[in-house]
């Protein structure tokens, strides 16, 4: 007996190193998904009807118990938008608005829809030969994640200039091919052919008629308030948070924060109620509100994101949040949070508490 409780005690102590060594890297997971990111935007400026906005055209995302998601920015072209902006210069107005000029006037109706069928057909081709032929670039996945591509007709920008001010519509028609890695690790390893393969690949399209989730909306509007400046103790939004749902993922929400405004050289900081700091007093308070503002963020999107009820239970609410601007300091850029909808239901309904709750929100640093 007491050999067997040796045994036991050894084997346990040879896993432990097995533990560790499984953990993402998180350096290389940033190095492999910039480059496959770069091979899905070069397979995809064949597309005319693409807009770059300020950025790279394509982002891709590692979610712990997920997998990968890649997102194809493309602009609403055709449709229903009454206005199409392209952009043509940045400005430095502490608004975070872009100016934005217009493009050619657009297409009839009848030569809109032929385009917009065109370009839904292409983005699938894409999306399958992506996954098929280039997924095997991102390394330290498990066989059940998921690398899904998805690409929806986005929003145009809000327009603002001495003169003038405009919102253009957009629609939120999305296409979405998704993979099991499993299933790339078999066609790898000669399991199955490429044919097979590409049989397995979901794709799923939403045509879209412009109706949201309700809830999603609400979810939004509940962020937008609890950091507005006037009630906020850490960052604020000075913009409403843009979401994406994506069937099978849950739903995302993107947007950034703020910790002052600059006057005359000097900061205002609201979150904390001072003002006259100098850079170097602004850029302390916000490393020490860091901590405070994800504290804050893991509790609200618990107590507040358990009145979404659209999501499924395998699904996740994510926030992807760009930080407030902070040279040379000790916060990441960007992060994620996410957590699952069986999480936010079991709160709810009060299966678990807030502490166990919160637990379950997984935080990661993005580059």
């Given at each position: 007996?007491?050999?067997?409780?040796?045994?036991?005690?050894?084997?346990?102590?040879?896993?432990?190193?097995?533990?560790?060594?499984?953990?993402?890297?998180?350096?290389?997971?940033?190095?492999?998904?910039?480059?496959?990111?770069?091979?899905?935007?070069?397979?995809?400026?064949?597309?005319?009807?693409?807009?770059?906005?300020?950025?790279?055209?394509?982002?891709?995302?590692?979610?712990?118990?997920?997998?990968?998601?890649?997102?194809?920015?493309?602009?609403?072209?055709?449709?229903?938008?009454?206005?199409?902006?392209?952009?043509?210069?940045?400005?430095?107005?502490?608004?975070?608005?872009?100016?934005?000029?217009?493009?050619?006037?657009?297409?009839?109706?009848?030569?809109?829809?032929?385009?917009?069928?065109?370009?839904?057909?292409?983005?699938?081709?894409?999306?399958?030969?992506?996954?098929?032929?280039?997924?095997?670039?991102?390394?330290?996945?498990?066989?059940?994640?998921?690398?899904?591509?998805?690409?929806?007709?986005?929003?145009?920008?809000?327009?603002?200039?001495?003169?003038?001010?405009?919102?253009?519509?957009?629609?939120?028609?999305?296409?979405?091919?998704?993979?099991?890695?499993?299933?790339?690790?078999?066609?790898?390893?000669?399991?199955?052919?490429?044919?097979?393969?590409?049989?397995?690949?979901?794709?799923?399209?939403?045509?879209?008629?412009?109706?949201?989730?309700?809830?999603?909306?609400?979810?939004?509007?509940?962020?937008?308030?609890?950091?507005?400046?006037?009630?906020?103790?850490?960052?604020?939004?000075?913009?409403?948070?843009?979401?994406?749902?994506?069937?099978?993922?849950?739903?995302?929400?993107?947007?950034?924060?703020?910790?002052?405004?600059?006057?005359?050289?000097?900061?205002?900081?609201?979150?904390?109620?001072?003002?006259?700091?100098?850079?170097?007093?602004?850029?302390?308070?916000?490393?020490?509100?860091?901590?405070?503002?994800?504290?804050?963020?893991?509790?609200?999107?618990?107590?507040?994101?358990?009145?979404?009820?659209?999501?499924?239970d395998d699904e996740m609410l994510i926030l992807k949040i760009t930080l407030t601007k902070c040279d040379g300091c000790s916060i990441p850029k960007k992060i994620q949070l996410s957590v699952k909808?069986?999480?936010?239901?079991?709160?709810?309904?009060?299966?678990?508490?807030?502490?166990?709750?919160?637990?379950?929100?997984?935080?990661?640093?993005?580059?």
């Amino acid at each position: 007996m007491k050999n067997l409780i040796a045994v036991i005690i050894v084997l346990s102590v040879w896993t432990l190193p097995a533990k560790v060594t499984a953990q993402i890297n998180e350096d290389k997971m940033d190095k492999d998904l910039r480059v496959a990111s770069k091979v899905l935007e070069t397979l995809s400026q064949g597309e005319e009807n693409i807009i770059m906005y300020g950025g790279d055209n394509v982002e891709g995302n590692y979610i712990e118990g997920y997998g990968v998601i890649f997102s194809i920015a493309s602009s609403n072209m055709y449709g229903r938008q009454k206005y199409a902006y392209r952009i043509s210069r940045g400005v430095s107005t502490g608004s975070g608005v872009a100016v934005v000029a217009p493009v050619s006037p657009l297409p009839p109706k009848d030569k809109s829809v032929k385009e917009e069928k065109t370009e839904s057909t292409d983005f699938e081709a894409i999306m399958v030969e992506f996954l098929a032929d280039y997924s095997h670039l991102i390394g330290q996945l498990k066989p059940t994640d998921k690398i899904v591509v998805s690409t929806k007709k986005s929003e145009f920008i809000y327009v603002m200039t001495d003169e003038t001010e405009q919102i253009s519509e957009g629609g939120n028609s999305s296409i979405a091919a998704e993979m099991l890695k499993k299933d790339h690790n078999d066609y790898i390893g000669g399991k199955i052919s490429h044919d097979q393969l590409v049989a397995k690949i979901k794709v799923t399209k939403n045509e879209g008629d412009d109706s949201r989730s309700k809830d999603l909306d609400m979810f939004g509007s509940m962020l937008g308030t609890l950091y507005n400046e006037s009630y906020t103790d850490t960052y604020f939004m000075s913009w409403r948070a843009n979401y994406e749902r994506i069937k099978g993922v849950g739903v995302i929400y993107a947007f950034k924060v703020y910790s002052s405004y600059d006057e005359d050289g000097l900061y205002r900081m609201p979150g904390i109620d001072k003002k006259g700091l100098t850079d170097e007093a602004r850029n302390e308070n916000v490393v020490k509100l860091y901590p405070q503002f994800v504290a804050g963020m893991k509790e609200n999107i618990i107590h507040y994101g358990r009145t979404i009820k659209s999501l499924e239970d395998d699904e996740m609410l994510i926030l992807k949040i760009t930080l407030t601007k902070c040279d040379g300091c000790s916060i990441p850029k960007k992060i994620q949070l996410s957590v699952k909808q069986t999480v936010l239901s079991n709160f709810n309904s009060g299966k678990i508490k807030l502490t166990e709750a919160v637990s379950n929100v997984k935080v990661t640093d993005l580059k």
